[in-house]
């Protein structure tokens, strides 16, 4: 009995992995295509006007940018010395890490469109007010 | 649930054979370009591999050990406080790309556990604990204690606004 349940779970793993094969695979493929074409100069380069419009942006182009949240720090720590405010940057690192538009596809094949679309534009907004909480809070208390 | 299955295993395939189109066209305008982003794929595929055996033996778990009520009990409905807490430190320990989880969270989800506390889940690996030094050298120790003590409260308000979806499911 045990082994039969052992064989089935086994069988069922299995399958679910294959189906998750093609979603790791194609997502490997496209977030390195991502970061090959476009370089961090093209994003560095957006930056400048207002600080909520360097916050949409610094969100915008994290919600895009993929790869290891190591990245993001190293990227982020780029940008604010080549003068980009702490506010797009924060907004940058958060949605590198919450918001997933490139993983779009693979989540909404997996978790469903409808709630899939609905967190990515939680996380997203969720980014920018973490951005301008974090550095008026540290600016308050500072 | 099995047709919603098949489909999400044929969106896949479908997906990658979008994918592999996309490195034929680009391929055919710049060869270097695309070759860079294949041997970079590579890179990143033998990091995440340890993470999706992890993935896989957990999936074996919770298919083996986790019955509907139970998730129902801790991670459903009538889970209170304890499913918010289990939602976000599962959240915080759980390491490597975001799409190795989504299987998992689809296993978890089909057994009942609710939409919120997936979207917890999900916010909760922004916190990422083993970086956390390389964050203080980069950003300072007051920034990177603010900002976490941020996304942890962000995680659980992305479950709140996520039982808005709950409750039109």
Same mark, same amino acid.
């Given at each position: 009995?045990?082994?039969?349940?052992?064989?089935?779970?086994?069988?069922?793993?299995?399958?679910?992995?294959?189906?998750?094969?093609?979603?790791?695979?194609?997502?490997?493929?496209?977030?390195?295509?991502?970061?090959?074409?476009?370089?961090?100069?093209?994003?560095?380069?957006?930056?400048?006007?207002?600080?909520?419009?360097?916050?949409?942006?610094?969100?915008?182009?994290?919600?895009?940018?993929?790869?290891?949240?190591?990245?993001?720090?190293?990227?982020?720590?780029?940008?604010?010395?080549?003068?980009?405010?702490?506010?797009?940057?924060?907004?940058?690192?958060?949605?590198?890490?919450?918001?997933?538009?490139?993983?779009?596809?693979?989540?909404?094949?997996?978790?469903?469109?409808?709630?899939?679309?609905?967190?990515?534009?939680?996380?997203?907004?969720?980014?920018?007010?973490?951005?301008?909480?974090?550095?008026?809070?540290?600016?308050?208390?500072? | 649930?099995?047709?919603?299955?098949?489909? @999400?295993?044929? *969106? /896949?395939? !479908?997906?990658?054979?979008?994918?592999? %189109?996309? &490195?034929? +066209?680009?391929?055919?305008?710049?060869?270097?370009?695309?070759?860079?982003?294949?041997?970079?794929?590579?890179?990143?595929?033998?990091?995440?591999?340890?993470?999706?055996?992890?993935?896989?033996?957990?999936?074996?778990?919770?298919?083996?050990?986790?019955?509907?009520?139970?998730?129902?009990?801790?991670?459903?409905?009538?889970?209170?406080?304890?499913?918010?807490?289990? @939602?976000?430190? *599962? /959240?915080? !320990?759980?390491?490597?790309?975001?799409? %190795?989880? &989504?299987? +998992?969270?689809?296993?978890?989800?089909?057994?009942?556990?609710?939409?919120?506390?997936?979207?917890?889940?999900?916010?909760?690996?922004?916190?990422?604990?083993?970086?956390?030094?390389?964050?203080?050298?980069?950003?300072?120790?007051?920034?990177?204690?603010?900002?976490?003590?941020?996304?942890?409260?962000?995680?659980?308000?992305?479950?709140?606004?996520?039982?808005?979806?709950?409750?039109?499911?």
């Amino acid at each position: 009995m045990q082994k039969e349940r052992l064989q089935a779970s086994l069988k069922k793993t299995v399958w679910t992995f294959i189906n998750l094969l093609p979603i790791i695979i194609g997502m490997l493929l496209l977030s390195s295509l991502v970061v090959t074409v476009f370089p961090e100069e093209l994003s560095t380069g957006l930056f400048g006007s207002s600080e909520a419009l360097d916050a949409l942006i610094g969100a915008s182009v994290g919600s895009i940018a993929v790869g290891h949240p190591l990245a993001s720090y190293l990227l982020g720590g780029e940008f604010l010395k080549s003068g980009v405010s702490l506010v797009a940057v924060t907004a940058f690192i958060v949605s590198w890490v919450t918001v997933g538009v490139v993983q779009l596809p693979a989540e909404i094949l997996m978790l469903g469109a409808r709630f899939a679309i609905y967190r990515n534009v939680i996380c997203f907004f969720g980014a920018i007010a973490i951005a301008f909480l974090t550095v008026y809070t540290l600016k308050l208390f500072g | 649930m099995e047709q919603k299955r098949r489909k @999400a295993g044929l *969106g /896949g395939w !479908l997906f990658l054979l979008l994918v592999l %189109a996309v &490195y034929g +066209l680009i391929g055919a305008i710049d060869t270097e370009t695309a070759g860079q982003a294949l041997g970079f794929s590579a890179k990143v595929m033998q990091n995440v591999l340890p993470v999706l055996v992890i993935v896989f033996f957990l999936l074996l778990a919770a298919d083996l050990l986790l019955e509907p009520k139970w998730i129902k009990r801790n991670l459903g409905r009538e889970a209170g406080i304890k499913g918010w807490f289990m @939602a976000v430190v *599962g /959240g915080v !320990l759980a390491a490597g790309p975001i799409y %190795a989880w &989504y299987a +998992l969270l689809r296993e978890l989800r089909e057994k009942g556990m609710r939409a919120s506390l997936a979207a917890v889940f999900l916010y909760s690996r922004a916190l990422k604990l083993p970086l956390l030094p390389l964050m203080i050298h980069y950003f300072g120790i007051n920034y990177t204690l603010l900002l976490c003590l941020y996304l942890l409260g962000f995680s659980i308000l992305s479950g709140i606004l996520m039982v808005k979806f709950e409750d039109h499911e």
